[in-house]
């Protein structure tokens, strides 16, 4: 018999609560129909608690941790819903907005986006944070599709998705801070880029307009990351 | 003593302007300056973007006509395509123009020059508004909202919103028209043109009345340009340019809206962030000409529908040659409203119309291209640079207003030397200096617009500066 317990029961937002092993408190809370805020977590993908919108309250711990990187313990008692947490939710929001150029009524992903969704349903209706207007560049050199790094939020789904669903590793990040960006090989035009497939899956996974097909525009952007959690069954070893 | 009257907010335009009036010793008139006080930075910050979002940042530039942009935009991009755009796609794009056109013409017609019409020029400020225009004529006030109606509505039915609606793409549009949509437009149409006619029916009944002011509001011989189709008839989509003086002789017949920089340059004057336009054969000034209503009714032989073909034949008729005075942009509005709905009407008729094949699709094929349509205020001209993976380097845009420039500086010097004398300035003298700007239907930001909630404040000053008379309309009365 193993000593380790099958489940692990814990409290969240006042509510008894149990988890598998290995389940991350966002994992938990979705079960639980409990709603945290995500923007980099993406079923199908790995984590990586880049966004910092799923941050939660655990009891004993000094700082906020993000629930989609932080596993469940036993007798955890963990605040998802609090006016500190919804503060910070609406701060992280804000400096995201704040960080590039976000014009949601010339953005392909209008209507779409899910950046545009939270700050809708958090209820965001100010960004109070100085917009930073940095002068970012469009990389259309790809046949199908564009970047527009004045859209992306750093979430990294497209490096992701590439490395471990696609297997090309096109994507990747450079810079450090507020000079990160994505990039495309070794920063070459994505265009030019000798490994990618153009299989489009980080254009389906990219949660706001950043990565978007040709020759569309102002809101005609909808995308269907929902194929990934299949490819990953599909891919599991019996 | 010369003196300086400032008329700062000019009222019931769209946008923000001021005019300058400067006296002489003797109280005359001596220069009037219209001075656009605002800057427009589309051709700047959409420089690195790409040309299909072309569309949908331009139409940003106007909340009232949204759709004039969207259409020389996308016949831009088409030309940066190099394809033929399906024959439906263009027909549809030009529907929706003409219902643009329709609203736009009602919003000028009714509630910003109505006021001035049904009230008279001198009528108190405090009712000289759409309001007003209710008391004395509720039908009338009807009729423009229902006008205006109308042409929103359409555009709503075809692109799925009334303003800044993204169905015109680059290649084509987004979607094609279904029946159920089509047959809602063709139902709307004979209440549409029943206003038009009685509308039209009171202004030619009133017309006299304004005898005055007909002489005077920017009357005086120009050229004029606008799009004509290949056999002379008024055209609103494609087309070419033709160029005539005030005689009626044609200046340039044929001129290809691709070479526009070849024939169009532009003077800049220090009291204004607008250009001055004129045609470059002929030189600065003598080279100015006007767009819009007037010059499309003045450049066309006929409109091309039977019941705007008579109208047309009537406004005409006032003169031997071309019609002058620019307060008769009223009237070719009214025309060019009975126009469209008839030609809205002939285009949905038109069973190919619900044809499924409404967008080429294409890569760039050619770095630089140009887009010309005429809007409700005039030829508006769109023309893009850009890179191989089609990234915008370069764009430049000529606005309707922006042709009518220097006519309407003039027209205001024009009106001002007749009306305003000393500096007992009365409130109806100075509104008849900015009726003669409302007649160009001018959109100046292009995204805002008063009717009757702007302060307007005139100052008549000394040569030294110093404020001889204030006088203040209160943000509170109309106007």
Known sequence: MSATPAVKTFVIDGVDASARPEQTILAAAREHNIFIPTLCHLDGLSDVGACRLCLVEVKGARRLLPACTTRVEEGMEVTCNSPRIAAYRQMTLQLLFAERNHVCSVC?????????????????????????FPSLTVDASHERFTLDHNRCILCTRCIRVC????????????GRGIQSRVITDLDQP??????????GKCVQVCPTGALFQKNRTGGQGCKDPSFLPYLRTMREEP | MSRTITIAPVTRLEGHAKITLQLDDAGVVQEAYF??????????FCEGRPYYEMPGIMARICGICPVSHLVASAKACDALL????????????????????VQSHALSFFYLSAPDLLLGMDAD???????????????????????????QQIIELLGGQRIHPGWIVPGGVNEPLSETKRDQMLAMIPAARAIVQRTLAWFKRDIEKFHAEIEVFANFPTLFLGLVDDEGKAEYYDGHLRLCDSAGNLVAGNLNPNDYASFISEAIEPFTYLKFPYYTPLGYPGGIYRVGPLARLNLAERCGTPLADLEWQQFRAMSAGPVLS???YHYARLVEMLHATEKIEQLLLDPNILDHHVRATARVNCNEGVGVAEA????????YKVNDDGLITHANLIIATGHNNAAMNRGILQTARHFVRGDQVAEGMLNRVEAVIRTFDPCLSCSTHAVGRMPLQVDLRAADGTIVRRMQRDSTQGD
């Not at chain 1, 992903?109 to 100010?126: F, K, P």
């Not at chain 2, 409700?376 to 023309?383: E, N, Q, S």
Request: aromatic fraction near 6%; glycine fraction near 8%.
């Open chain 1, 108 to 132: 392909v992903a209008n209507r779409h986006c899910e950046l545009q969704a939270l700050a809708t349903s958090l209820g965001m209706t100010h960004v109070e944070i100085p917009y930073r």
């Open chain 1, 163 to 174: 490395s471990e669903i696609e297997g090309a590793h096109t994507w990747d990040l450079m």
């Open chain 1, 190 to 199: 994505w265009g030019e880029s000798d490994t990618c497939t153009s299989c």
């Open chain 2, 35 to 44: 001075h656009i006080t605002q800057i427009r930075g589309f051709e700047k």
């Open chain 2, 82 to 101: 190099a394809v033929r755009i399906p024959s439906v796609a263009a027909h549809l794009r030009l529907i929706m123009n003409l219902a643009q056109l």
């Open chain 2, 125 to 151: 400020p405090g009712k000289r508004h759409i309001l007003g225009v209710a008391q004395v004529s509720p039908e009338a006030a009807l009729d423009g909202v229902r006008l205006r109606q109308f042409g």
């Open chain 2, 326 to 328: 620019s307060f008769h």
């Open chain 2, 376 to 383: 409700p205020r005039g030829t508006l001209l769109h023309h």
